[in-house]
């Protein structure tokens, strides 16, 4: 652990965070930086939640992507989600989609594993009482900070935690001619889930 934060420490002296500072006039000297130490949630699941819709932009939708285990699968795309999506206003589910989960990354006395998931990785991650508290902290969270927001989350025992929230900055207005369509009288020969963008 000391490793760890003196390593955190020395990232305020790599050549890109001398640079930053440089060209944004910061004085080196008066620059601090503070390391959280935490204690790490060992999730039962986890997943990201977006508080407007990032394919399509649509503010009244959450969008909540889901697995089973430690969220690092989810976030380096090893594994697909559940997809669901809540209507912001009514709260009413509107989507579910399963994401078929053949591993999920453990929490193993020092170390992190994978381990191979059975027949509840063809299930759904979360149960409708789950979706709608994540759904309501996701409200919660940008009315909170009054912009759309980037949200993942924990859950261990029932209970949902948040781990970080930001701010979705890839948001645009689409309009029909950023949109080209062509019909095409063909088999569909591939189909699949969308990432999320950013």
């Not at 003196?6 to 000297?29: G, V």
């Not at 992507?65 to 976030?75: D, Q, S």
């Amino acid at each position: 652990l000391l490793k760890k934060v003196k390593e955190c420490y020395a990232s305020l002296f790599t050549q890109r965070a001398i640079y930053y500072r440089h060209e944004q006039k910061f004085d080196h000297s008066k620059v601090g930086l503070a390391v959280v130490v935490q204690r790490m949630i060992e999730s039962d699941k986890s997943g990201v939640s977006f508080s407007i819709d990032p394919v399509t932009n649509d503010k009244n939708r959450i969008v909540i992507e889901a697995i089973l285990g430690l969220g690092e699968y989810i976030v380096q795309g090893t594994v697909t989600p559940d997809h669901y999506e809540v209507d912001k206003r009514s709260l009413v589910i509107t989507k579910k989609q399963i994401g078929k989960q053949d591993v999920k990354f453990v929490k193993s006395n020092i170390s992190n594993k994978e381990v191979k998931l059975g027949r509840e990785g063809s299930k759904l991650k979360l149960s409708d009482q789950e979706i709608l508290k994540i759904a309501m902290l996701v409200r919660d969270i940008e009315n909170h900070y009054y912009f759309p927001q980037d949200i993942e989350w924990a859950i261990k025992d029932n209970r949902v935690y948040i781990i970080q929230a930001r701010p979705i900055t890839t948001t645009h207005n689409k309009t029909d001619s950023d949109v080209q369509t062509q019909n095409f009288a063909s088999l569909l020969i591939l189909s699949g889930s969308p990432a999320s963008p950013g």
